[in-house]
């Protein structure tokens, strides 16, 4: 099982990036896929996460209304648009996954990716 996650970069206030977690060697049918980030001294903290096969998202209150997770089922694939991007957006993206219900601890998620570093410049 591999979550592979990518899209990362450098990008100025207010811009915007899209990540991708693409999930391979299992169908994560009942599984909530879920975004997290890890900025350097900090915690990990989580950032949004998506029912796997319905619309119901949750997202943490500093990216409500800037950050958007979707998923395409028939690629495998889950995805994170990040608009109005800030400095302190600036952190290591990790995609995770882990089944049964919504959790924001990141204790409670099985699979993780490797991570993807996104900078947001002043």
């Known amino acids: 099982v591999q979550l592979q996650a990518s899209g990362g970069g450098l990008v100025q206030t207010g811009g915007s990036l899209r990540l991708s977690c693409a999930v391979s060697g299992r169908t994560f049918s009942n599984y909530y896929m879920g975004w997290f980030r890890q900025a350097p001294g900090k915690e990990r903290e989580f950032v949004a996460a998506?029912?796997?096969?319905?619309?119901?998202?949750y997202y943490a209150d500093s990216v409500k209304g800037r950050f958007t997770i979707s998923r395409d089922n028939a690629k495998n694939t889950v995805k994170l648009q990040m608009n109005s991007m800030k400095p302190e957006d600036t952190a290591v993206y990790y995609c995770?996954?882990?089944?049964?219900?919504?959790?924001?601890?990141?204790?409670?998620?099985?699979?993780w990716g490797q991570g993807t570093l996104v900078t947001v410049s002043s």
């Open positions: 998506i029912d796997w096969w319905g619309p119901t998202t």
């Open positions: 995770a996954a882990r089944p049964g219900a919504f959790r924001r601890d990141s204790s409670q998620y099985d699979y």
